[in-house]
């Protein structure tokens, strides 16, 4: 049974920038929330899809998007790269009637 | 808003001891979700243990077991019988939901070392 699995691993980007992450949920989730995680912080969310559809979005501004596909798998896209954007990247999967997340391992993104 | 308060930056605990982990919340909901996450060097968080907070019972898993006080709002997590592989950042985290599935509010973590 295949966990959560994200593509890249490791991504080195330059200011102004795009970029998209990419998050594969555990067999059988249909919710996928993204977080994001400063070095020495605790991840902090920026929003979760469900049905295709934004179901919840943290505070973060418009630069940060998402989108889900019909096999629940989603991507996050973020434009206009900020140094401040370089985190680690967490895509967490759930069922919409379950009571836990659980994480892949995330994209490390350095931004330059 | 919830917050999520972990007051201890580190701690570190000798192999086979037993060593417990603070954490503090503040919410004005009656029902939610807690757990308790490690992330190794490795980076993957990994759940550990959940509380519903209906439950007056608190959760057990192996060696880790929580102490759940709702009325103190303070949710700490006990493990027994460390061992080296228990080595990682821990997180406490809080969701608002009936099924435990939302929006997650993380602390600061706690980094635990054990000691050989």
């Known amino acids: 049974d295949a966990g959560v699995t994200q593509s890249p691993t490791h991504l080195i980007k330059t200011r102004g920038q795009q970029v998209t992450l990419r998050c594969s949920p555990k067999?059988?989730?249909?919710?996928v929330s993204w977080y994001q995680q400063a070095l020495g912080q605790g991840p902090q969310f920026i929003f979760q899809?469900?049905?295709?559809?934004?179901?919840q979005r943290g505070n973060f501004p418009d630069r940060f998007s998402g989108h889900q596909f019909p096999n629940y798998s989603s991507e996050l896209n973020v434009n206009a790269l900020l140094l401040g954007d370089s985190a680690l990247y967490l895509c967490?999967?759930?069922?919409?009637?379950?009571?836990?997340?659980?994480f892949g391992p995330g994209t490390r993104l350095t931004v330059t | 808003a919830q917050t999520v308060t972990q007051s201890q930056p580190e701690m570190s605990v000798q192999e086979a001891e037993t060593v417990t982990l603070s954490c503090t919340y503040d919410?004005?909901?009656?029902?939610?979700?807690l757990f308790w996450y490690k992330q190794p060097p490795s980076r993957q968080m990994i759940l550990v243990i959940r509380?519903?907070?209906?439950?007056?019972q608190n959760a057990t898993e192996n060696r880790f077991s929580v102490n759940f006080q709702k009325a103190a709002k303070s949710f700490s997590l006990k493990i027994s019988d460390s061992q080296l592989g228990d080595a990682a950042m821990y997180f406490c985290?809080?969701?608002?939901?009936?099924?435990?599935?939302?929006?997650?509010?993380f602390g600061t973590g706690t980094r635990l070392t054990i000691i050989p």
């Open positions: 985290a809080y969701t608002i939901s009936n099924f435990g599935n939302e929006k997650l509010t």
């Open positions: 899809y469900y049905e295709e559809e934004e179901r």
């Open positions: 067999s059988g989730h249909d919710t």
């Open positions: 919410t004005s909901e009656s029902d939610y979700y």
């Open positions: 967490a999967s759930s069922l919409a009637t379950g009571n836990a997340q659980y």
């Open positions: 509380q519903e907070a209906y439950k007056q």
